[in-house]
C-alpha cells in the first residue's frame, strides 16, 4: 500500500462513520422519513408494475389450468353425451321392436285358426334383379317347418307369399311383383277378381265384372278360393277404379297396407282351413 492510500483510509472511516451518524441523528429527529419518500417515490411504480406483472403471470398460468381442466370436463361430458345416445337408441330400437311384437301377436290372437311363426326379415330387394322379382329374405326356412306356397303376413295386410326355401332362410314373393297373382275380393261390392303386381307400381285387381259397383276406399281381401290363401285377409283399398263400357271386365288400383320399405318382422301362415275345401293347406 502507498503512503498516499494509508492517509486516505482513516479519512474514509471517518466520511462513513460520520454519515452513519448523521442518518441516525435523522432518523431519531423523524427526518429521514421525508428522505427515504423522496428516494421511494420513483421506485414504487416501478414495484406496482412489477407487482401487477408478477399477478398477471400467475392468472394466466390459472387460466391455463383451468382452460386444460375444463376441456377434460367438455370431453368427459362428450363421451358420456356419446353413451347415452348411444343407449338411447338402443332402447328405442326395442321400444319400436316390442310395439311390432305386440301388434303380431295381437294378429295372432285375433286369427286363432292359424298356425303361424313369427321371423324377421334379413334381406331385401325392392328394386329389379333380371327377373323383375321384388322379394323379402326372412330368416326361417325348412328346418322351422318353413315350405313353399306358405302365406306371409304383417299385422296389417298380407306381404306375399314363399316361393323358395332353404334350410335356415326363405325367399317371400312380394304381392307388388308382376309374378304374383292373388284371388282376391272387394269388400263393399263382394265382387271377385285377381290381384296382380306391376312393375314399378301399386298393384291391380282384374276381371272384376262390369256391372259391379266399385269405388276409391274400397278394402280389398283375399277371397280364398283356389285354396292358395285364406279367406278374409287384408291385402290394401282401392285408388282408382278403369271402367270402359266397352271392355269386358273393370281393372282397379290398389295400395296395399304393408308398407314394404319398412317392413322388419312378419309372421308365416303355415298352417290354415282353405275356404272352399275341407283340407288344410297348404
Given at each position: 500500500m502507498t503512503q498516499?492510500?494509508?492517509r486516505a483510509t482513516p479519512r474514509?472511516?471517518?466520511?462513513?462513520v460520520?454519515?452513519?451518524a448523521l442518518l441516525m441523528l435523522l432518523d431519531l429527529s423523524g427526518r429521514l422519513l421525508a428522505i427515504k419518500g423522496l428516494i421511494l417515490r420513483p421506485v414504487l411504480p416501478v414495484q406496482s408494475g412489477l407487482t401487477s406483472l408478477a399477478g398477471g403471470a400467475r392468472s394466466v398460468v390459472n387460466l391455463v389450468q383451468d382452460l386444460?381442466?375444463?376441456r377434460q370436463r367438455n370431453q368427459d361430458l362428450q363421451e358420456l353425451a356419446d353413451r347415452l345416445t348411444v343407449e338411447n337408441v338402443r332402447l328405442r330400437d326395442v321400444e319400436i321392436e316390442d310395439e311390432n311384437l305386440r301388434r303380431l301377436l295381437d294378429f295372432r290372437q285375433s286369427n286363432p285358426n292359424f298356425a303361424m311363426r313369427g321371423g324377421q326379415i334379413v334381406g331385401r330387394v325392392l328394386g329389379r334383379d333380371p327377373n323383375f322379382l321384388k322379394y323379402l329374405v326372412i330368416d326361417l326356412g325348412s328346418d322351422q317347418g318353413i315350405a313353399p306356397g306358405m302365406p306371409v303376413m304383417s299385422d296389417v295386410g298380407l306381404v306375399g307369399r314363399i316361393v323358395e326355401v332353404s334350410a335356415s332362410s326363405a325367399k317371400v314373393l312380394l304381392i307388388t311383383d308382376p309374378g304374383s297373382a292373388v284371388n282376391a275380393l272387394v269388400q263393399g261390392s263382394r265382387v271377385l277378381g285377381v290381384l296382380q303386381g306391376v312393375d314399378g307400381g301399386n298393384p291391380q285387381i282384374k276381371y272384376l265384372t262390369q256391372d259391379a259397383v266399385i269405388s276409391p276406399g274400397d278394402i280389398v281381401l283375399t277371397s280364398g278360393l283356389g285354396g292358395s290363401l285364406p279367406k278374409?285377409?287384408?291385402i290394401g283399398q282401392i285408388l282408382k277404379v278403369r271402367h270402359r263400357d266397352y271392355e269386358m271386365f273393370q281393372e282397379a288400383e290398389v295400395r296395399p297396407t304393408v308398407?314394404?320399405?319398412?317392413?322388419?318382422l312378419v309372421l308365416v301362415i303355415t298352417d290354415f282351413t282353405a275356404a272352399d275345401a275341407g283340407s288344410t293347406s297348404p
Amino acid at each position: 500500500m502507498t503512503q498516499a492510500n494509508r492517509r486516505a483510509t482513516p479519512r474514509r472511516l471517518f466520511i462513513f462513520v460520520g454519515v452513519c451518524a448523521l442518518l441516525m441523528l435523522l432518523d431519531l429527529s423523524g427526518r429521514l422519513l421525508a428522505i427515504k419518500g423522496l428516494i421511494l417515490r420513483p421506485v414504487l411504480p416501478v414495484q406496482s408494475g412489477l407487482t401487477s406483472l408478477a399477478g398477471g403471470a400467475r392468472s394466466v398460468v390459472n387460466l391455463v389450468q383451468d382452460l386444460g381442466t375444463l376441456r377434460q370436463r367438455n370431453q368427459d361430458l362428450q363421451e358420456l353425451a356419446d353413451r347415452l345416445t348411444v343407449e338411447n337408441v338402443r332402447l328405442r330400437d326395442v321400444e319400436i321392436e316390442d310395439e311390432n311384437l305386440r301388434r303380431l301377436l295381437d294378429f295372432r290372437q285375433s286369427n286363432p285358426n292359424f298356425a303361424m311363426r313369427g321371423g324377421q326379415i334379413v334381406g331385401r330387394v325392392l328394386g329389379r334383379d333380371p327377373n323383375f322379382l321384388k322379394y323379402l329374405v326372412i330368416d326361417l326356412g325348412s328346418d322351422q317347418g318353413i315350405a313353399p306356397g306358405m302365406p306371409v303376413m304383417s299385422d296389417v295386410g298380407l306381404v306375399g307369399r314363399i316361393v323358395e326355401v332353404s334350410a335356415s332362410s326363405a325367399k317371400v314373393l312380394l304381392i307388388t311383383d308382376p309374378g304374383s297373382a292373388v284371388n282376391a275380393l272387394v269388400q263393399g261390392s263382394r265382387v271377385l277378381g285377381v290381384l296382380q303386381g306391376v312393375d314399378g307400381g301399386n298393384p291391380q285387381i282384374k276381371y272384376l265384372t262390369q256391372d259391379a259397383v266399385i269405388s276409391p276406399g274400397d278394402i280389398v281381401l283375399t277371397s280364398g278360393l283356389g285354396g292358395s290363401l285364406p279367406k278374409g285377409l287384408v291385402i290394401g283399398q282401392i285408388l282408382k277404379v278403369r271402367h270402359r263400357d266397352y271392355e269386358m271386365f273393370q281393372e282397379a288400383e290398389v295400395r296395399p297396407t304393408v308398407n314394404f320399405g319398412r317392413l322388419e318382422l312378419v309372421l308365416v301362415i303355415t298352417d290354415f282351413t282353405a275356404a272352399d275345401a275341407g283340407s288344410t293347406s297348404p
